[in-house]
């Protein structure tokens, strides 16, 4: 204790002083260590030993160890220790399992004082005592430690880790016996210098080589190890079995660990591989670094607080050939870069978000809390007044419930059951799904249906007669106007298309109108739990309100309107259906989203009749009369799928897709239809529509799609005799060239189907065991089992 | 198309030594025998083998576990005979054929037979020409290398360095294969083909050294099948163990009294064990072993012409060439000794500079998440495996041979132990030995029966298959060392 304060005293007077810097190295560096008087490192390496005196603005080369015109071995330096009692003293582990001490007091050029070539391995680790001036302990990758005299030529004491080798060895600061060494299996062993026999305690710390590890400089207990797990983990050696007291994980394996002086719950670690950076860790806030250091360009593989008694000085090594002074009011504070707010989905639908207080509560007053919806729940975080960062950690948690009905997805699961996709003429299916549509409230989809058939069959009267009927039948549905409910829904991408309208310099007023509302809504958006299906009624309440303007679409107005678009047109399929699309849900849909476009329009359509059945013959008579092949309407049906997709309604898209088949598909590129295939599966399965799901799987096209259900197809069956695994064919066994399987009606082999009695386990061809099981009810192989056919 | 012929009877095809050609030429009556050797390998009589096996229900449970084809294929026969070591090997292969991993299935055995082509193993070729098939690969692809899609056909680079002087690879052979364009690997993909071709290399080592035998199934003909030669004479197999016939060898080995062999070689280790505490090696006569060590092996298999085709018969007369090359390219390119290549003057690679347990297993974790650990027991579980016993002698400790064994291999990688003396290599590897090592680790489709049986001959075959576990080992971590070494340098 005496000497401690010794060297607090000796720099007492002047404090530290000097600024971010660095000096380029001849040679990758693999250790540094400080001088007591906090003025001097040395840099060890494979192919460099030097002392560096640390100026206020830069290093200087001081004295260069490594001498000799053809340098030994013993100075390709795996790890450095400078003795923190004695200035003169040094000691090296070299690669090739030599310990030297070297005195810098020799009045002869070359320094090397003592050699000691006990270790048969590499030596990882040097470690001078800490107040005791002549004890030097080393440990190897041959798994022993040995401890040293400097007075003596050779070891003392030998202590065998009966394990892998050593990474690491630590004499306790405040114990005088005691040392902690870690080794390359994960264990740490806590020695007694005086009994080289047994470790004192040994325990397992991490998963894979502990590379280093390091006492508190003021907590007697508490020893940090760093691992190749990624992990630095702090142990309180105090109690009766080492507790695991704190854990940071970090992002690569640790190599170096040091505890920041002054500062009890920080430490600094650098990486082994991948990341050079170095990180300062307040270790109770184990998922971002309270500090950062970026300057190397290789692995940091030594570090080194400058002086034990201050705590804004760090000096690091690196294999970039660098060694540098960091000061911590230079370093980086990832906290200052993280964003403070959290965003989360619930297995049921539940939304979290979490950020900082003041930010919710600023925001909670104009939060329009939706009659039907819950109130969010809000918890806090206790706040400990002893943690650090108190301003960020203040956040609020709000949770927000799904809406129970709105949730719902029975309509998804009647409509995949009850599509027909293949099988029948195109107009069929087209009709048949239509229907499946309609009774599920869902008219848009009906309604989309129906187009498609009057598209792609041939055209007929009874094709005229019967969307009119089904129009007819949509636009009895006397249904609300649209809500603020459904605005909301459609912001988002309202929002888009506002924002880049104005970007291309297109100043029409509609859209302009519309701005206010759009953002607005956007900012809503975070805190709206409303799933992405919207109810297809509302919608179509809407065309009922507006059903003028539904039916405008003469050829005439389409060209007309045209030029005008040409913009958004490029930018936006769905503008574009809006200019020549029969009147099809994704026309009115667009409109839904923007009323104010559709009353401008509202000059140019005058022209057309009011009278909406009468509108819809015209139309049909128009396409009619026009013999368009079907080929025109494909990319309109694309864009049509593609709305659908984008609504998040993909099934529509997939079916539509599965039904047209070779009519569309060519016009929508592989990558997208795998994309809504794979979603489309995987909603199928989640809903353990497993049937509907293997189905689509089988119908689609793509490549990648159908090898799905062509995975994983194998069924393993052992040997009926020799109870082995039959590996080639599932009906002889290779081992004892026996048929395994025969069918106990014919007595031949089956290749086939298989059944067989779990009661009795014979069994035969199914067809055979079926009809036989028809005339009777006991086992056809005559054990006088009574089988069961289910 | 069909190329293999319709699968005849697969272990007749036997390569001819040049020995034996020679009779032949003089004498066209004589027939080629049948191989007398039957079980799962050509240099190991059956007995020992099937002994093995029949007791050990362990191994058939690891089997049933972790094999890719489910049954016990001739490799895993010789292999049972460490069963420790089989299931890390099981278990780490199965992962990189099966598990979780960045490429698809057949890609994965497509890589295993063109890792498996640079060293003509027919043997592995045909076992992943069928699992390539039955796990859903495209059959044209087995036509050639020109069938598959450039991006695979990229790998063929750094395939045949890795396989024959691993030391050349650089970081700009990594960047040019995951440089953003049409056909460029991500990290993770291609650390997955590494892990996979540096297996499959070893793995040939393995298949040549032990002399494993074809499988005995040849009722699956799909045409892709190579005839399945075996590279061993029938010369070879005809002397069986016989000492008489050592003298064909010539003179590397005198007729010496192999029991007073075996006494010397644990006086030997003995004294190397109690030397390490009085005699010091200077470090300069360490540095100058090493470098001994590399030039020597230079000679180890050039100087010894008889076993050695001459190269350009050795191509002549390898019937599968043309089946197997249509696999690779360059099939010219061959291992060339670490230490002839003065002039460019190669760093050698200091092994504490880039180690697998600190840095190897680190990049491998993070982009082919799991397999380091499988791979790092592996390796541990070889370099740790012992039954300290040598040939009849028990309570042995058979350190300093193991790791002789295993630095030596990474030696002739140009891999070098700072804290290593290699001066015991000299000491405890007999010439035969090192000739065995170096022909099985760096051209092991060279492997004959008479190498295999003219080094150590009063020891167990078990312990044979020991020696040939820890030379694939130690070919794979310096394959992967040299692999990751160039990744991480193309990562900082």
């Not at chain 1, 539940?350 to 809390?369: I, N, Q, T, W, Y």
């Not at chain 2, 890719?68 to 890390?88: F, K």
């Not at chain 2, 592995?124 to 390539?132: A, G, P, R, T």
């Not at chain 2, 291992?335 to 290549?341: G, K, T, W």
Request: charged letters at 25%; a negative charge; aromatic letters at 8%.
């Amino acid at each position: 204790m005496e000497k401690m304060s010794r060297v607090t005293t000796a720099l007492g007077g002047s404090a530290l002083t000097g600024r971010t810097m660095h000096c380029h190295l001849d040679a990758p560096a693999n250790a540094i260590s400080v001088c007591r008087d906090a003025a001097q490192v040395v840099v060890a390496g494979r192919s460099i030993f030097k002392i560096y005196a640390i100026e206020d603005e830069q290093f200087v080369e001081k004295l260069n160890l490594r001498v000799g015109r053809k340098p030994s071995l013993n100075l390709s330096c795996a790890d450095v220790v400078w003795h923190q009692m004695d200035e003169n003293l040094l000691a090296t582990a070299a690669t090739n399992g030599v310990v030297v001490t070297w005195n810098l007091g020799r009045p002869s050029r070359n320094k090397q004082d003592q050699l000691f070539t006990e270790h048969k391995r590499t030596v990882n680790k040097v470690c001078f005592h800490p107040t005791e001036a002549h004890v030097l302990l080393s440990g190897s990758q041959d798994g022993f430690m040995k401890c040293f005299d400097l007075r003596r030529k050779d070891s003392v004491s030998t202590f065998s880790g009966q394990s892998e080798s050593v990474r690491d060895v630590q004499f306790s600061i405040r114990d005088y016996f005691t040392f902690a060494s870690t080794f390359e299996n994960g264990n740490v062993q806590l020695w007694d210098i005086r009994r080289p026999d047994r470790c004192e305690r040994m325990f397992t710390a991490h998963n894979g080589p502990v590379f280093c590890c390091d006492w508190h400089p003021e907590d007697r207990g508490w020893l940090a190890t760093g691992g190749r797990d990624k992990m630095v983990k702090v142990w309180d050696m105090t109690t009766h079995r080492a507790k695991e007291v704190h854990c940071v994980q970090t992002i690569a394996s640790v190599a170096r660990v040091k505890w920041r002086p002054e500062c009890r719950h920080h430490l600094a670690t650098c990486s082994m591989m991948v990341d050079h950076n170095i990180y300062v860790w307040d270790v109770r806030r184990p998922f971002v670094p309270a500090a950062m250091f970026e300057e190397h360009r290789d692995v940091t593989t030594g570090i080194a607080w400058r002086h034990p008694h201050d705590p804004s000085f760090l000096l690091s090594g690196s294999k970039d050939s660098t060694l540098c002074q960091h000061l911590f009011r230079d370093a980086s504070q990832p906290v200052e870069r993280a964003n403070p707010e959290g965003l989360c989905y619930g297995l049921f639908g539940d939304l979290a978000f979490a950020a900082k207080e003041s930010l919710v509560s600023a925001e909670s007053g104009r939060k329009p809390c939706a009659g039907d919806r819950r109130h969010p729940i809000f918890f806090k975080r206790k706040l400990d007044p002893a943690e650090p960062f108190v301003g960020l950690a203040s956040s609020a948690l709000s949770v927000f419930e799904m809406e129970p009905s709105s949730g719902s997805m029975s309509w998804f699961v009647d409509t995949a059951e009850r599509y027909a996709l293949a099988g029948r003429p195109l107009a069929e299916l087209c009709d048949h799904n239509a229907k499946v549509a309609r009774e599920l409230g869902r008219n848009q989809v009906a309604q989309t249906w129906t187009m498609l058939r009057i598209i792609y069959s041939s055209p007929g009267l009874a094709s005229a007669a019967s969307l009119n009927h089904s129009v007819g039948k949509g636009s009895s549905y006397g249904l609300p106007l649209m809500n603020s409910f459904n605005l909301k829904d459609m912001a988002p991408g309202l929002g888009s298309e506002t924002r880049l309208d104005r970007s291309k310099g297109d100043t029409r007023s509609d859209t302009v109108l519309l701005d206010s509302s759009t953002t607005l809504i956007t900012n809503e958006d975070n805190e709206e739990t409303e799933g992405s299906d919207v109810p297809a009624d509302y919608l179509l309440g809407d065309v009922e309100g507006e059903e003028d303007e539904l039916y405008l679409l003469d050829p005439e107005h389409a060209h007309t309107e045209e030029p005008e678009y040409v913009l958004p047109q490029e930018a936006f399929p769905l503008r574009h259906e809006i200019v020549d699309t029969p009147p099809g849900p994704e026309h009115l849909q667009d409109k839904a989203d923007s009323p104010h476009v559709s009353g401008s329009e509202a000059d140019a359509a005058s022209l057309a009749p009011v009278d909406s059945s009468f509108s819809l013959i015209s139309v049909s008579h128009a396409l009619y009369d026009t013999r368009l092949p079907p080929d025109f309407f494909s990319a309109l049906v694309c864009d049509m799928l593609r709305f659908y997709a984008e609504q998040g309604d993909v099934q529509m898209a997939v079916s539509v897709l599965i039904v047209l088949g070779e009519r569309v598909r060519k016009d929508i590129d592989e990558q997208t239809q795998e994309h809504w295939y794979t979603s489309y599966i995987d909603l199928l399965q989640r809903f353990c529509l497993w049937n509907v799901s293997n189905q689509v799987v089988k119908l689609s096209t793509s490549r990648a799609i159908s090898c799905l259900n062509q995975a994983s197809t194998t069924l393993h069956v052992n040997c009926s005799h020799c109870k082995r695994p039959m590996s080639s064919r599932g009906w002889v066994c290779d081992r004892c060239h026996r048929c395994a399987s025969m069918c106990a009606v014919c007595h031949h082999v089956v290749k086939g189907l298989f059944v067989w009695c779990q009661g009795c386990s014979h069994g035969g061809h199914l067809q055979h065991i079926m009809k036989w099981l028809e005339g009777s009810s006991h086992c056809p192989a005559g054990c006088g089992h009574l089988c069961e056919y289910s | 198309m069909n190329r293999g012929g319709s699968s005849p009877s697969a272990a007749a095809n036997y390569l001819l030594c040049t020995n034996c050609r020679k009779v032949l030429r003089k004498d066209k009556r004589i027939r080629v025998s049948q191989p007398l050797t039957r079980g799962p390998s050509a240099f190991i009589p059956e007995k020992e083998v099937v002994q093995a096996n029949t007791v050990d229900e362990r191994t058939n449970f690891l089997v049933e576990e972790y094999s890719t084809s489910g049954r016990l294929d001739n490799i895993t026969q010789v292999m049972s005979l460490h069963t420790q070591y089989l299931e890390s090997f099981l278990r780490s292969q199965f992962y990189m054929l099966r598990m979780d991993g960045p490429l698809p299935l057949p890609h994965r055995h497509y890589i295993a037979i063109m890792a498996a082509a640079r060293h003509q193993c027919s043997y592995l070729i045909n076992m992943h020409v069928d699992e390539f098939l039955k796990t859903g690969g495209i059959a044209e692809w087995l036509n050639g290398l020109e069938y598959v899609p450039q991006r695979l056909k990229n790998l063929n680079e750094i395939n045949k360095l890795l396989a024959h002087r691993p030391w050349l690879i650089t970081k700009e052979h990594i960047q040019k294969l995951v440089k953003t364009g049409e056909n460029n690997w991500s990290l993770p993909e291609l650390v997955h083909a590494v892990v996979l071709l540096a297996h499959y290399h070893a793995l040939a080592s393995f298949v040549f050294g032990s002399g494993i035998n074809p499988e005995r199934d040849p009722e699956i003909s799909n045409g892709f099948r190579l005839i399945s030669v075996n590279n061993f004479c029938v010369c070879d197999l005809a002397n069986d163990n016989n000492i008489e016939n050592a003298s064909l060898t010539g003179n590397n080995f005198g007729i010496v009294d192999s029991l007073s062999e075996l006494e010397a070689l644990m006086d030997r280790m003995k004294r190397l064990r109690e030397e390490r505490e009085d005699e010091e090696a200077s470090q300069e006569e360490m540095t100058t072993c090493f470098e001994k060590e590399k030039k020597e092996s230079l000679f180890v298999v050039s100087g010894d012409t008889f076993h050695s085709f001459p190269h350009s018969d050795f191509e002549d007369d390898m019937i599968i060439t043309s089946d197997v090359s249509r696999y690779i390219e360059d099939p010219g390119f061959g291992y060339e000794d670490f230490a002839r290549r003065g002039e460019e003057h190669l760093p050698t690679f200091r092994a504490q500079d880039y180690t697998w347990e600190n840095h190897g297993f680190s990049l491998v974790n993070r982009l082919y998440s799991d397999i380091g650990h499988l791979l790092d027991e592996k390796f541990r579980m070889v370099y740790n495996l012992t039954y300290n016993t040598m040939a009849s002698h028990e309570d042995v400790d058979t350190t300093t041979l193991r790791r002789a064994l295993f630095n030596y291999v990474h030696c002739m990688f140009g891999i070098r132990y700072d804290d290593y003396d290699y001066g015991e290599v000299n000491q405890l590897l007999e010439r035969s030995l090192k000739v065995y090592i170096k022909t099985v680790t760096c051209y092991p489709e060279r492997t004959t029966k008479r190498m295999y049986d003219s080094y150590w001959r009063q020891f167990k075959h078990s312990e044979k298959v020991h020696v040939n576990l820890l030379l694939m080992e130690a070919r794979m971590q310096a394959e992967l060392l040299y692999a990751l070494r160039a990744i991480t340098r193309h990562l900082t």
